[in-house]
């Protein structure tokens, strides 16, 4: 499993010959060579390359670096995000990368830049700490440790998810959360409007139900008729927003799920056309109210329990006396 | 069978035939088929009493009777389905008379209120009624050729039916008579009516004997057939509501083209072809504004989401299958829809028609697309699941056996059968508590109700007399005020309830028609 | 089905379960627990009211159909029931004006052809029993009156049966014999006494005690037989 890590210099055994430039690059040796084209060569090399390359690799492709130098164009080119750096056994390996929106991260760890860049493909959706510590790998406490970090520079931020009043998801600070996180129109700071739902339900129907009357007197056959009653989502948004009873815009999208609860509520009937259009119309209940509703009984709560023994039968029963009356 | 529709069938038995053929019936009910000797010794009533109840019971059609395992003891059968049928003998009746008359009414009635007889018998009774209650100048006779067209109508509709005949003991062959006699009847035999010598049903009618030729032949009502009329007559209103009454009258053309072709109690009707609808229509009514639209109002009702009629082919303009089955599923949807609205609020009903439509679903799905709040909603889901009008099916997301309520689906659903049995037990139910909350409110105020039964009858026969209207406020005033007062408010209280089981009635049909369907 | 939620949301476990993860906690708001320290009420209030009832005019007609036929049935053959009759001689105001159209209440009335039930039914069947409070002299007193009755009620049935029905023709041979049969008995006045008074006997253990027999007697019952019918006339 790849590991990041600091890049840290490696002993190097005392007799090879470089040794003694170890600690100090001589500057005449490298004056007509700059760090900079090191770099350069150094990720031509890593980018030719489809797998990781080695320190060896990279000392072979380039003699004249030294360990040093080499350490510190590594440590460059990774502030740079230019590449990454894997463990494979006991030796570091390093792969290209495409120097992203990383570049704004500067003097962040890399175990925050593994955090980062997973939060960032969750996109406005944000992730779930649960999920993030799954991907990621890291233990609760470095995790936790990281999120605060990033949270404190502004670079991610904890919006809190309508779906669980306890979850908690992480995205860009720049992103807006997406509706299925904030709850849409429908939400305003985590609570539900149901007045304001209901409200539009109303208004919905009363506007498919006029539709409906007008037509009463049609004279054009029935299909005509029909087709006069019914309206598609967008005339139904447009009459919604005309009425300006909603102090937030609402989408056509949002009119459609307004519509369907009023489906759902067996007073409209959706067919879409073959435009993909949605069209509604109000109708009525097959039925009238059974007869069992017309009963107490059949709103009595404690219809389990009665019988004939006991102290809850029909005899006695209070809701039959009261509706006797 | 239901217990509890045991019971309802008890206090039915009791209110139309008393207490003791009451008990022979439950007792029936309870142990099905018995011989005479054992259902007497565990009612403890006498064998005589038991004889005279089976006899009404077998009168009425309410039980049968066949040999028992040993060939030689009769054993009695209860049949739950004609006891109900005695809740219905005012829907029959009405039916006919908005249908064939009163002439046709008055002979159905006596029908009913004899069990089975012969043609002439009835006939002449009916006619003897009709001259009563019309009190026209006409003697009865003139009924007679009336009545004699109605029966032969109603036997050729198959209102009535044949009775079966007992078959001749045939001694050449052996046989010995085994006191059970052996009741068949041919389908020949079934709905063909009798030939009657009116000249006969004259003179019966005059109180000479005479034989009017159908001697031996009885006739019984066939309440299938009006079951028929009463499931139409619920499709096509269920239509007129949904779309209007245009459309319920070709309902109506369609069904009556079924009957040409199919049997009346199939799940899907054959195809009707489009071309004989419009010419039906055409010969009843050549100016009948529908004409124009037929085929859109085909459309209409085809493509509504009842499904009550499906187009199964293009030939002859189009073919058209009436959908029983499925008509029913989505009435009865519709009942339960209706009744949970009423029960449990119509946000609870906006979560039973989602888990309908979408069959499986979870909690938070619900909450989400039904656009409640998540407390409200779980609320109201608990309640619906609590009283069985939707099932949990949990599905385990891992391999585990044991996975707790983190790792497992909890998904809800409806079983269409199971809520209709349900809706059906609690009708019966509430069909009992009212019955029986009648019989309280009568009993308590049984003496008042004499009173005022006495009073009203002496007032009817002083007037017959010719009495001074002195005398008749003498007889009103035997009853005090406050006692006239209470009279009524009990009359009105037997008057609401009974209402009630008419309604009851209504919704008890309609599920058991549906699981009838269902069961097929 | 447990029962409704009053009280602790107790059961088995598994609802609990579900109760838990549906995000309702036992003991909070949904299922309801009352704070108070009472039992709950007998009948809580009601959360919605019944629907109204329609029936319009077809409903009326309807019902009163219902009414005709229930009463028909009352004042038919059809309606059996343990009969109790005042027996002394004395004349009730009641009695004239009770529906003069309860006479005789047998099987044969509601059984229109014998051969299309099993034949154990039809033997022995003895008309409805009265139940008489016996003086014994009494008793025998009456029986040659009621002999002479019976045979002309007899032959009165017999008329009238013979103008009503045709299907009796079949058996009409069978209840002549019986009828003749029946007559026999009937001289033999004796036996017949016996046989009533034990009847009685039992019937009275059936009926329960005096007080209240005579309490149902008013509203429904036949006819004190001195001023009118014989019930005892058997049929056949």
């Known amino acids: 499993m790849a590991m990041a890590t600091r890049v840290k210099q490696e002993p190097v055994s005392p007799t090879s010959s470089s040794s003694r430039e170890l600690c100090s690059p001589p500057p005449a040796l490298n004056s007509s060579i700059t760090t900079s084209d090191y770099e350069q060569r150094i990720l031509l090399l890593l980018q030719g390359s489809t797998k990781p390359i080695s320190d060896k690799e990279i000392q072979n492709e380039i003699p004249n670096l030294s360990p040093q130098e080499r350490a510190e164009a590594i440590n460059s080119l990774l502030k740079q995000g230019s590449l990454e750096i894997f463990k494979q056994g006991d030796k570091l390996v390093y792969k290209y990368k495409e120097p992203s929106s990383s570049s704004n991260i500067k003097g962040a760890d890399n175990e925050e830049k593994i955090v980062y860049s997973i939060i960032e493909k969750a996109g406005n959706k944000g992730i779930w700490i649960r999920d993030l510590r799954y991907e990621s790998n890291l233990i609760v406490v470095t995790l936790q440790k990281i999120l605060k970090n990033l949270e404190n520079k502004k670079i991610i931020k904890a919006v809190k998810s309508v779906s669980a009043s306890k979850k908690k998801v992480y995205m860009l600070y720049s992103l807006e959360p997406d509706s299925s996180v904030t709850g849409g129109a429908w939400y305003n700071d985590q609570d539900f409007e149901s007045e304001f739902v209901d409200v539009l339900n109303q208004q919905c129907f009363r506007f498919l139900h006029q539709k409906k009357e007008a037509v009463k007197n049609c004279k054009d056959g029935p299909i005509a008729a029909q087709n006069m009653a019914s309206a598609s989502s967008k005339d139904v948004w447009k009459y919604i927003s005309e009425l300006g009873i909603s102090k937030v815009q609402l989408s056509v999208q949002d009119m459609e799920t307004i519509l369907n609860t009023l489906v759902y509520d067996g007073k409209a009937e959706r067919t879409v056309l073959a435009d993909g259009n949605h069209m509604y119309r109000a109708i009525e209940s097959l039925l009238p109210p059974p007869g069992i509703v017309r009963t107490p009984c059949g709103v009595c709560p404690v219809f389990n329990q009665c019988s004939d023994i006991g102290s809850i039968n029909p005899k006695k029963c209070v809701y039959m006396t009261e509706w006797l009356e | ?520 | 089905m447990a029962g409704r939620g009053r009280g602790r949301g107790g059961g088995p476990s598994f609802n609990r379960e579900i109760s838990e993860r549906m995000g309702i906690a036992p003991g909070s708001s949904e299922t309801p627990v009352e704070s108070v320290l009472e039992p709950p009420p007998l009948f809580p209030p009601l959360e919605s009211r019944p629907v109204p009832l329609e029936l319009g005019v077809e409903g009326e007609y309807l019902l009163a159909l219902k009414r005709d036929f229930v009463g028909y049935f009352h004042d038919s053959p059809s309606f059996i029931q343990n009969v109790v009759v005042k027996s002394d001689n004395i004349q009730r105001y009641s009695d004239r004006y009770q529906n003069a159209t309860l006479s005789l209440k047998t099987v044969a009335d509601i059984v229109r052809d014998w051969s299309h039930f099993p034949t154990e039914l039809r033997d022995n069947v003895k008309p409805q029993k009265i139940k008489r409070k016996l003086k014994g002299s009494t008793r025998r007193a009456k029986i040659p009156k009621k002999t002479e009755d019976i045979t002309n009620r007899l032959e009165e049935l017999e008329k009238r049966e013979e103008e009503g029905s045709d299907a009796e023709g079949e058996t009409e041979g069978k209840e002549t014999e019986g009828a003749k049969d029946e007559n026999k008995e009937n001289k033999d006045a004796d036996s017949d006494a016996e046989e009533v008074e034990e009847e009685d006997v039992d019937e009275e253990m059936d009926d329960g005690t005096d007080y209240i027999n005579n309490y149902f007697d008013n509203g429904e019952e036949y006819l004190d037989e001195e001023d009118d019918n014989l019930e005892d006339g058997p049929v056949y």
């Open chain 2, 1 to 520: 069978m239901s217990v509890l529709l045991g019971k309802v069938c008890s206090l039915i038995l009791e209110e139309h035939f008393g207490e003791i053929v009451s008990k022979v019936g439950t007792d029936l009910f309870q142990w099905g088929p018995k011989p005479l000797a054992l259902v007497a010794s565990s009612t403890k009533l006498s064998i005589d009493k038991v004889k005279q109840s089976l006899c009404v019971l077998l009168q009425y059609g309410l039980a049968t009777f066949a040999p028992g395992k040993s060939g030689r003891v009769a054993e009695y059968t209860i049949q739950t389905e004609k006891i109900f049928s005695l809740l219905r003998y005012p829907r029959y009746l009405y039916l006919i008379k908005s249908k064939f008359g009163v002439e046709a009414e008055t002979l159905v009635e006596e029908f009913l209120r004899v069990g089975f007889d012969s043609a002439s018998r009835l006939i002449v009774k009916a006619a003897t009624r009709l001259q009563e209650s019309q009190k026209g100048s006409d003697n009865a006779s003139a009924y007679l050729s009336t009545l004699r067209d109605k029966f032969v109508s109603l036997v050729n509709k198959q209102f009535l039916m044949r009775c079966p005949s007992p078959t001749p003991v045939d001694e050449e062959k052996g046989e010995k008579p085994t006191g059970i006699p052996n009741l068949t009847v041919s389908k020949t035999q079934l709905h063909l009516p009798p030939t009657l010598n009116m000249k006969a049903l004259t003179q019966l009618l005059e109180g000479e004997v005479a034989d009017a030729g159908d001697e031996g032949v009885y006739w019984r009502v066939n309440f299938d057939r009006f079951h028929q009329d009463f499931r139409d007559q619920i499709m096509v209103a269920a239509i007129a509501r949904r779309i209007d009454d245009n459309a319920s009258e070709i309902f109506q053309l369609l069904l009556q083209l079924m009957y040409i072709r199919t049997d009346p109690w199939v799940r899907v009707s054959n195809p009707i072809p489009y071309s004989e609808l419009r010419d039906t229509l055409r010969k009843k009514d050549p100016q009948s504004p529908i004409l124009p639209h037929l085929d859109q109002y085909l459309k209409i009702i085809e493509e509504d989401s009842s499904g009550f009629i499906t187009r199964v082919g293009d030939s002859g303009g189009g073919q058209f299958c009436i959908n029983m089955h499925k008509s029913f599923e989505a009435l009865t949807w519709t009942c339960i829809e209706n009744i949970i609205v009423e029960r449990f609020g119509s946000k609870a009903a906006r979560i039973f028609r989602l888990v309908k439509d979408r069959r499986f679903i979870e909690q938070e799905k619900i909450q989400q697309i039904a656009m409640i709040p998540a407390r409200e909603a779980k609320q109201l889901t608990y309640r619906l699941m609590h009283e069985n009008f939707l099932q949990l099916q949990e599905l385990r997301k891992t391999m585990a056996t044991n996975a707790g309520p983190n790792k497992t689906f909890f998904l809800f659903h409806i079983d269409l059968e199971e809520v209709a049995r349900m809706i059906l037990d609690l009708s019966y139910k509430a069909l009992y508590n009212a019955m029986n909350r009648r019989d309280f409110e009568t009993n308590e105020n049984r003496r008042l109700i004499e009173k005022k039964n006495r009073i009203h009858s002496i007032a009817l026969s002083l007037q017959a007399q010719g009495a001074p209207a002195e005398q008749l406020q003498e007889i009103e005033e035997m009853m005090a005020p406050p006692e006239v007062d209470l009279f009524n408010k009990v009359m009105r209280r037997v008057q609401k309830l009974s209402e009630a089981e008419l309604h009851l009635e209504e919704t008890i049909f309609l599920m058991q028609l549906f699981l009838s369907y269902n069961m097929q």
